[in-house]
């Protein structure tokens, strides 16, 4: 097994990252797994990298708010994001993080992780796609922020460098009165991978028209995916006539698979059922 390392600073983090190219570990929720199946198939897995493990950094374990944005450090975790005193449109995120897995993965596994990490399924996705988030990348040459919809590419893929870690998710403020929701669908109610998910973030005028919304869809593409047209054709409507109103024809961005949880018809129409339904606020079925 290569070196591990563990720093204090951010700075000597940096630092071994680009001198020993070690592979960062925060919560280890996906990399270990990744790491027992691919040594199961006979493949060397991490224990041919270094190890930067990133746990004693406590400046990213931290959610700092200003007038204008959020910032989530890569080390929260999903328990981090559940007990937070945050207003309610953080609330899809809220939602997404009692989905991840058991408590002892919420315990460990981060937002910032679940990201790099790049599922199709990263529950984490869509509720942040939803807030308009973006990604704070730094090195040793400097700081980047990428939209996260640039920064996620495509199954497994990121716009990372190797020289980055990716240190903060940034959130820009929406008004007060934003309300966000999160749902998720798969085979049984908890510790299950997606068949489809839904997050959306919805502002309503003095009228109760939709002023402002932005959806978004996961596990039914290689990436999470927003749905821009939807969202301005439905501005102005009431929740209530923008859900009758929404139809297959305007999910024709997502390009969902057949596998073993569910047939690409299926994710799609799933799809569907969870965005009226987040429309109208009302809650998940338990399982498909």
């Not at 071994?16 to 198939?41: I, K, M, N, Q």
């Not at 054709?233 to 209530?240: D, K, N, Q, S, V």
């Not at 569910?262 to 338990?286: C, F, K, N, Q, T």
Request: hydrophobic share 45%; charged share 20%; net charge negative.
């Amino acid at each position: 097994m290569g070196a591990y390392h563990r720093p204090s600073d951010l700075d000597t983090a940096l630092r071994l990252l680009a001198e020993t190219g070690a592979r960062p570990l925060a919560g280890g929720t996906d990399l270990f797994p990744a790491d027992a199946a691919s040594t199961a198939w006979g493949s060397a897995g991490i224990k041919q990298h270094d190890l930067l493990d990133l746990s004693g950094l406590a400046e990213l374990r931290q959610i700092d708010t200003s007038a204008e944005r959020m910032e989530i450090g890569a080390l929260v975790t999903w328990s981090d994001a559940i007990a937070a005193d945050l207003p309610p449109w953080f609330d899809a995120v809220r939602q997404a993080s009692r989905e991840v897995g058991g408590v002892q993965i919420q315990n460990r596994g981060t937002l910032a992780g679940n990201l790099c990490n790049a599922s199709p399924a990263a529950d984490g996705a869509p509720p942040l796609l939803a807030l308009d988030a973006s990604v704070q990348l730094t090195s040793r040459s400097g700081v980047r922020e990428l939209p996260l919809a640039e920064f996620l590419e495509g199954n497994r893929q990121t716009a990372i460098r190797p020289d980055e870690l990716l240190t903060h998710i940034m959130l820009p403020k929406p008004p007060a009165e934003a309300r966000s929701v999160f749902l998720k669908l798969g085979a049984r109610r908890y510790l299950v991978i997606s068949i489809a998910m839904v997050a959306a973030t919805t502002t309503l005028d003095d009228a109760g028209r939709i002023a402002d919304i932005r959806i978004a869809v996961g596990a039914c593409s290689a990436v999470a995916q927003r749905l821009p047209e939807l969202e301005a054709r439905l501005e102005g409507l009431t929740p209530a006539a923008a859900a009758a109103d929404v139809t297959a024809d305007d999910l024709a961005l997502l390009e969902p698979i057949d596998d073993i949880r569910a047939s690409a018809d299926y994710r799609r129409h799933a799809a569907l059922v969870l965005i009226r339904r987040a429309l109208l606020g009302e809650p998940v079925m338990a399982a498909a």
